[in-house]
């Protein structure tokens, strides 16, 4: 087999995209295609009294107009909590009411500009404190607002803090935020000629997934749903839930047979799209004299905003996260999930898991000052060391967490030694003499990645000698056509190059979960090397007859096959293909016929695989502005075996950023009304290439014995202890001034106001 796999190939799709010919949803038509625009709640929380869509359906340009009354009798409600369009009452402000379809979108603007919602405004609650307290008015009609309530933990807690030398509390809040994609969400529906079925094109991360709830949303077998995934712009997550644009448009092309598209503007994005991160934890560590963990005990409340849409997940992955790289005896997490009148939350980027690293590397910073000891002691002392592995950590449920492989101790000394952690007191002192404030910051983790079920791939060489692979796992930036090529070719024998990757599309393979939680390359790749295989096997098998040979005497290598011992009797792909495929005569052997075609469909599945890291940065801050500069960055990563070093160093470049912008820039925040006050750039703040710090990245492989390839995912473990790292770094910075940092995020705003209220001057 060729080495495909490790290496640093470019990426194959970059060209198409770079070059403008990426075709996105808002870049397809069809003959007859009307857009679509929304009616959306101006109320945090009101009552719908009537909505009269006359005036629009009078509106130039306007095709039809509904309501959700008009909608609930077609739709199958109770697939998701949230109605496709809000009957009785609205719970956050942009939830959709009505929606217009016109010939373009000025129309359907004007049509919803013209729609008169009579309103009865109702308590509103934005305050989880205010949702939990006895006689709170309900958020949701009929429904609680305690969602949910989860223990997770283990071990003897009581014992361990009976038994404490020292024991710290802290209470920590985590904002609210949302992932800002380049590419907002979209949907376009064509239905079948005649109004039977639907092909929904749109931003999903599962498309399977997604025809699955379409199809019980429209009442229809799943067959007659096809869902198809275009190039899609970033996602970070929030692209892998059902909307209710989805249903509404899907049935509207049903309705009117004709093409419907619609396309989510920047305003909508950050009122209807998914939120998350907004967490308080009140935590308590004990530990013996000498630093070393005992028992940790938590109690956190989870903002889910209005409706269920991915709240458990985060708030169970928050408290798996927190045991991190340490021997932690005993855990007891207890999550609450609570409703609020605001946007609902879901999974992205991380989906928990960099709360939960915040609350235990925060914690071990605070032991570490309790005991006096340095930082970096106080983590060495508690890792699990390389032997140990398969480690358990005694977390059983909602599912067993056994890490699988790693060298914590490794990565550790490896980041503070590129970090110049052992140097760090001189730098920072020098530094204070010229009238500077700098600091140092450091932050562990461990990521369950791979998880969630299984992923497949179908690997097919057609009559002509192309190479095709298909996977429900579909790409959103993330370089999945490299990576899937890479492993085709390795198996195969082939230049990547000739291997084509079609994602996306629920007709080109059965079954498919989906992208997210860090999976693909895991699950999907490893589907890809079964597949392959399989194909290369029917190849051989092939070759074996055209050339009267035993299998076991034929060699394939570079694309060809011949008899060991006799190249000159070679035979290409494409002569091998043509001859597989069913339109030709097929050569007969004393065991019969060999099955037409090379084609295989392998579903491959497995237990998470875990990937860690360490994270250490260098910051300035001025204590003036409340401006806070990253100096320097480091990070070393293990995540197994690596298919491509460029792709997972893309991954966490993006992470990293993604990181520093939670920590020092986004914040959604809301009135006392439940209005969102932050619905632009100007006042939700990015950051630009002027804010990416310098980054040096170091890899530690470590393969994953749960899979054939060894490897682990990468696309979260760049944001993951992000939040940890920078909080410390900043808060080393201003150590002399008595700051202590509790809350994120860090703006200026809030550093000023915490320099105000220190006790303590230099």
């Not at 992923?455 to 190479?467: L, P, Q, S, T």
């Not at 370089?479 to 190059?497: I, K, M, S, Y």
């Not at 990757?501 to 979960?513: F, M, S």
């Not at 899979?707 to 808060?731: D, H, M, Q, R, Y």
Request: glycine share 10%; hydrophobic share 40%.
């Amino acid at each position: 087999m060729a080495n495909w796999v490790g290496q640093a190939w470019d990426r194959i799709e970059d060209l198409r995209l770079l070059t403008g010919r990426g075709r996105f949803v808002a870049d397809l038509t069809a003959p007859g295609l009307v857009s679509v625009a929304f009616v959306r709640s101006p109320h945090a929380h009101a009552a719908i009294n009537r909505v009269d869509l006359e005036p629009a359906r009078r509106t130039p340009g306007v095709v039809a107009a509904f309501s959700g009354a008009d909608l609930a009798p077609h739709i199958a409600l109770g697939v998701t909590e949230q109605p496709p369009l809000a009957l009785q009452a609205v719970h956050y402000v942009g939830e959709p009411v009505a929606v217009v379809v016109a010939e373009d979108r000025y129309a359907a603007e004007d049509g919803v500009e013209a729609v008169a919602v009579d309103w009865t405004p109702l308590p509103v609650v934005t305050d989880v404190r205010v949702a939990l307290a006895e006689g709170a008015p309900t958020v949701v009609a009929g429904r609680p607002n305690l969602i949910a309530e989860r223990r997770i933990g283990y071990g003897d807690v009581a014992a361990q803090f009976a038994r404490a030398a020292v024991v710290v509390q802290e209470r920590l809040v985590i904002h609210r935020a949302t992932a800002q994609p380049l590419e907002t969400r979209g949907v376009m529906a064509i239905p079948d000629p005649d109004g039977s079925g639907v092909t929904v094109w749109t931003t999903t991360q599962s498309p399977h997934e997604l025809r699955r709830s379409l199809a019980r949303s429209l009442r229809l077998s799943e067959d007659k749903v096809r869902v198809r995934t275009p190039d899609v712009g970033g996602s970070f997550g929030v692209k892998n839930r059902l909307y209710p644009e989805e249903v509404v448009v899907a049935w509207l092309a049903m309705r009117l047979v004709r093409p419907v598209r619609w396309i989510e503007d920047r305003l909508e994005h950050f009122a209807a799209t998914q939120h998350e991160r907004e967490q308080v934890h009140e935590v308590e560590l004990a530990a013996d004299a000498e630093g070393r963990l005992l028992a940790l005990r938590d109690r956190f409340v989870v903002d889910n905003g209005a409706y269920v849409r991915g709240g458990v997940t985060v708030m169970q992955r928050t408290a798996m996260t927190i045991p991190g790289p340490y021997r932690l005896p005993a855990l007891e997490a207890v999550g609450r999930l609570v409703r609020t009148h605001k946007t609902p939350i879901g999974p992205y980027r991380g989906a928990g898991r960099p709360q939960g690293c915040f609350v235990m590397e925060r914690m071990m910073d605070r032991l570490a000052e309790a005991v006096g000891q340095d930082r970096a002691e106080v983590r060495r002392r508690n890792l699990i060391p390389p032997d140990a592995f398969p480690y358990a950590t005694g977390i059983e449920s909602p599912e067993r967490v056994v890490y699988d492989s790693g060298d914590f101790p490794a990565v550790l000394e490896e980041a503070l030694a590129l970090a110049g952690w052992d140097q760090a007191a001189a730098r920072i002192e020098a530094a204070r003499q010229e009238g500077r404030w700098i600091g140092i910051g450091l932050a562990m983790n461990v990521e369950d990645t791979g998880g969630g079920g299984y992923e497949g791939a179908r690997v097919r060489v057609d009559g002509n000698g192309e190479v095709t692979v298909y996977s429900g796992a579909v790409a959103q930036g993330q370089g999945h056509e490299t990576a899937f090529a890479q492993v085709a070719a390795e198996v195969l024998d082939l230049p990547p190059e000739r291997i084509r990757v079609a994602l996306g599309d629920t007709d080109d393979i059965p079954l498919g979960i989906g992208t997210f939680g860090s999976r693909a390359t895991t699950l999907a790749g490893n589907a890809v090397r079964e597949s392959a295989i399989a194909v290369r096997r029917q190849i051989v098998e092939w070759a074996a007859r055209l050339l009267e040979a035993d299998p076991e005497d034929v060699v394939w290598e570079g694309g060809a096959a011949y008899v060991r011992g006799v190249p000159e009797r070679r035979i290409s792909l494409e002569a091998i293909a043509a001859r597989a495929n069913p339109l030709t005569p097929i050569p007969m052997g004393p065991e019969g016929p060999l099955p037409l075609g090379l084609e295989a469909t392998t579903y491959f599945q497995s237990a998470p695989t875990y990937s860690s890291g360490c994270h250490a940065c260098w910051v300035e801050v001025d204590p003036r502005t409340g401006q806070v500069r990253v100096l320097d960055y480091v990070v070393v990563h293990d995540c197994g075996r690596m298919l491509n070093p460029k792709l997972v160093e893309g991954q966490i470049y993006g992470g990293v950023l993604f990181g520093l912008s939670t920590v020092l820039l986004e914040e959604l925040r809301y009135g006392e009304d439940g209005q969102l006050l932050t619905t632009t750039f100007l006042d939700y703040p990015l950051p630009t290439t002027t804010e990416m710090p310098p980054l040096r990245i170091a890899h530690r492989e470590t393969p994953s014995p749960r899979n054939p390839l060894g490897i682990k995912g990468a696309g979260e473990s760049g944001t993951i202890p992000a939040l940890a790292a920078l909080t410390a770094a900043v808060e080393d910075a201003l150590k002399p001034f008595g700051v202590h940092l509790t809350e994120l995020p860090l703006t200026p705003e809030r550093l000023l106001q915490a320099l105000a209220q220190s006790q303590s001057r230099p």
